[in-house]
């Protein structure tokens, strides 16, 4: 069993409607959360980064840590065609991610239809 | 957000050749760098963390003779690929933080490396 699990997708969308992607995790030492959208031959783009339970809110972008059962998920409000990309959960057994090794999902590829 | 360069974005070699892959911190001094291997349709694989005037650490399975990791200064940090060959082709993507002042870690924009 993968330390974190995330389905592979393709989410399809209608434009206009919300996304929501989650991971799951068996690691109970994970305390910093992180979400990457990654598009097509590119590098992985931070999105949202949180290191505890509950809601954080940053424009369209929701980001919500259940510790209890080991879950995460982003809401993404409002979706656009260039939203389309696939998005990375990433966690840290460590607050301070900048200096140590993340585990990352395998990614959910999203697809937003105009 | 912080800004992480690499060079070259792409590059074409003949087997047998070595190939060097340059990570730049532009606008932070990152005390850590990652680099990491992606093939299509996967997650990223972490092959080593590189700390700032110390010797990389690898990951199982990553040969560190290699993939040779130089990390001389707080901006910049180094993948050489030695005696390339066709399975060695695929897309190198860097991280950088700073365990002092960043929350996290920012990439670079990938290398795509192709071996003939």
């Known amino acids: 069993q993968k330390e974190v699990e995330q389905d592979p997708g393709p989410l399809s969308v209608p434009e206009g409607a919300i996304v929501s992607l989650n991971c799951t995790y068996s690691n109970s030492a994970f305390q910093y959360f992180m979400w990457y959208r990654q598009y097509s031959r590119k590098g992985p783009e931070l999105l949202m980064y949180t290191y505890s339970s509950g809601n954080k809110e940053d424009g369209r972008f929701t980001a919500q840590v259940d510790k209890s059962s080991k879950y995460i998920s982003l809401f993404i409000r409002d979706s656009q065609p260039s939203d389309s990309a696939t998005y990375l959960c990433a966690m840290s057994a460590l607050i301070k991610a900048a200096g140590n090794k993340l585990t990352f999902g395998g990614g959910t590829r999203v697809l937003v239809k105009p | 957000g912080a800004v992480v360069s690499q060079h070259p974005s792409r590059v074409i070699c003949k087997s047998g050749t070595s190939v060097k892959i340059e990570c730049r911190s532009l606008?932070?001094?990152?005390?850590?760098m990652f680099w990491y291997r992606q093939f299509p349709k996967q997650s990223l694989m972490l092959m080593a963390t590189?700390?700032?005037?110390?010797?990389?650490?690898?990951e199982q399975g990553v040969e560190k003779d290699k993939f040779l990791i130089n990390h001389a200064s707080l901006t910049l940090s180094t993948l050489t690929v030695t005696s390339a060959h066709p399975e060695d082709s695929s897309f190198y993507i860097c991280s950088a933080g700073n365990r002092y002042s960043t929350d996290t870690q920012y990439f670079g924009p990938g290398t795509r490396l192709t071996v003939l």
């Open positions: 590189s700390n700032e005037g110390s010797k990389a650490t690898y």
């Open positions: 606008d932070f001094q990152a005390t850590t």
